[in-house]
Antibody
Framework: QVELVESGGGVVQPGRSLRLSCAASGFAFSTYGMHWVRQAPGKGLEWVAFISYDGSDKNYGDSVKGRFIISRDNAKNTVFLEMNSMTVEDTAVYYC??????????????WGQGTLVTVSS | IQMTQSPSSLSAVVGDRVTITCRASQSITTYLNWYQQKPGKAPKVLIYGASNLQSGVPSRFSGSGSGTDFTLTISGLQAEDFATYYCQQTYSVFNTFGQGTRLDIK
């Protein structure tokens, strides 16, 4: 069965960096695009970033563009989110999610359990 | 692309028929998905491509719409349906979610 497990969350000071990982299993990881989505405490979902199956295409939300970097290691079935110049507004639960694609467009068919990132001095 | 859901919250009882609306700031054809999220859990897809029911999702959930206006309908609310619902557009590579609709028990 498909499983996505995020790790790397924790408490970080403003201006510092943190790297999240998402380990995937149960599907052909190297053939699927992957997304990161976050949710601030008590708030709604915010799309963060996308990486294509081979890493050649990357897109970012406006609030993280220029600060966050998404990458993947298909040999290790893992997707990463490197977060730099962090601010208190980056405090959220971060989810990785697998992209499903077809004639209907795309949607996120599997999600991890999330990892909490808290930016605080 | 901005996604606006209405209402932001609503109260209902078991057995009710409930409709949630999502409006896009420009046409997204049918590249619209609906998710359900329960407290402390990851979201779960219900409807994709505006009207296609994801495998394993009960048939009381249905979606419709195209262009800029979309609806999620739950026919015959069950206790397990009380949750927050989000729409998502994937017409643009810069995906966006609606702000969410919280459905709770009246």
């Amino acid at each position: 069965q498909v499983e996505l497990v995020e790790s790397g969350g924790g408490v970080v000071q403003p201006g510092r960096s943190l790297r999240l990982s998402c380990a995937a299993s149960g599907f052909a990881f190297s053939t699927y695009g992957m997304h990161w989505v976050r949710q601030a405490p008590g708030k709604g979902l915010e799309w963060v970033a996308f990486i294509s199956y081979d890493g050649s295409d990357k897109n970012y939300g406006d609030s993280v563009k220029g600060r966050f970097i998404i990458s993947r290691d298909n040999a290790k079935n893992t997707v990463f989110l490197e977060m730099n110049s962090m601010t208190v507004e980056d405090t959220a639960v971060y989810y990785c999610a697998k992209k499903a694609t077809g004639w209907f467009g795309e949607f996120l068919d599997y999600w991890g359990q999330g990892t909490l990132v808290t930016v605080s001095s | 692309i901005q996604m606006t859901q209405s209402p932001s919250s609503l109260s209902a009882v078991v057995g009710d028929r409930v409709t949630i609306t999502c409006r896009a700031s420009q046409s997204i054809t049918t590249y619209l998905n609906w998710y359900q999220q329960k407290p402390g859990k990851a979201p779960k897809v219900l409807i994709y491509g505006a009207s296609n029911l994801q495998s394993g999702v009960p048939s009381r959930f249905s979606g419709s719409g195209s262009g800029t206006d979309f609806t999620l309908t739950i026919s015959g609310l069950q206790a397990e349906d009380f949750a927050t619902y989000y729409c998502q557009q994937t017409y643009s590579v810069f995906n966006t979610f609606g702000q969410g609709t919280r459905l709770d028990i009246k």
